[in-house]
T-cell receptor, first 115, second 112 residues
Framework: GAGVSQSPSNKVTEKGKDVELRCDPI?????LYWYRQSLGQGLEFLIY????????KSGLPSDRFSAERTGGSVSTLTIQRTQQEDSAVYLC?????????????FGSGTRLTVV | AQSVTQLDSQVPVFEEAPVELRCNYS??????LFWYVQYPNQGLQLLLK??????LVKGINGFEAEFNKSQTSFHLRKPSVHISDTAEYFC??????????FGTGTRLQVFP
């Protein structure tokens, strides 16, 4: 597609439920990143994919968080047993390849609210 | 540890006035620096980047930034702001990894 697409744009869930957030990167972009943006916290790195593998998942805050990427394209971030502190905007970004640093293209994010 | 620091959480300014948003980065042999803008309910948009070469970088919407190695700074400037520049601005750095490290952001509020 023309840009990075994220869905849903907004998600309200009850504490303890599982949620899945989807990211559809720009076609042909091999690198994909998930960030979390909390109020006053800036952007926190979660995980990075190169193709279908995740060489850096150091930012996942707990084992309740997981992510996968299939076909070198769509990625899903799953949060199990959501907690109120998981409320944030989850941003996905993609880049054509890992060579050079031409910056990322970001999606509009998924605003997650845990009530 | 590598870090990017934005010293001002909020910057209020009147329309047509100049503005500077400050960013400092932790020193490294090799670093690439970026400024992103985020308008309400939107993703981040790249304003400009410094990879190498000229230390004065010009970006979109009339913004520019200067890479200063001795002061480890990469401040963003615009000589005359518009109401439409009201947004959140993020400075970010890429060191020897594939991930960007972001500052905490600066909210630019332009008043008429």
């Amino acid at each position: 597609g023309a840009g990075v697409s994220q869905s849903p744009s907004n998600k309200v869930t009850e504490k303890g439920k599982d949620v899945e957030l989807r990211c559809d990167p720009i076609s042909g972009h091999t690198a994909l990143y998930w960030y979390r943006q909390s109020l006053g916290q800036g952007l926190e790195f979660l995980i990075y994919f190169q193709g279908n593998s995740a060489p850096d998942k150091s930012g996942l805050p707990s084992d309740r968080f997981s992510a996968e990427r299939t076909g070198g394209s769509v990625s899903t971030l799953t949060i199990q047993r959501t907690q109120q502190e998981d409320s944030a905007v989850y941003l996905c970004a993609s880049r054509q390849n890992r060579q050079g640093h031409n910056g990322y293209t970001f999606g509009s994010g998924t605003r997650l609210t845990v009530v | 540890a590598q870090s990017v620091t934005q010293l001002d959480s909020q910057v209020p300014v009147f329309e047509e006035a100049p503005v500077e948003l400050r960013c400092n980065y932790s020193s490294s042999v090799s670093v690439y620096l970026f400024w992103y803008v985020q308008y309400p309910n939107q993703g981040l948009q790249l304003l400009l980047k410094y990879l190498s070469g000229s230390t004065l970088v010009k970006g979109i919407n009339g913004f520019e930034a200067e890479f200063n190695k001795s002061q480890t700074s990469f401040h963003l400037r615009k000589p005359s702001v518009h109401i439409s520049d009201t947004a959140e601005y993020f400075c970010a750095g890429a060191y020897n990894t594939d991930k960007l490290i972001f500052g905490t952001g600066t909210r630019l509020q332009v008043f008429p």
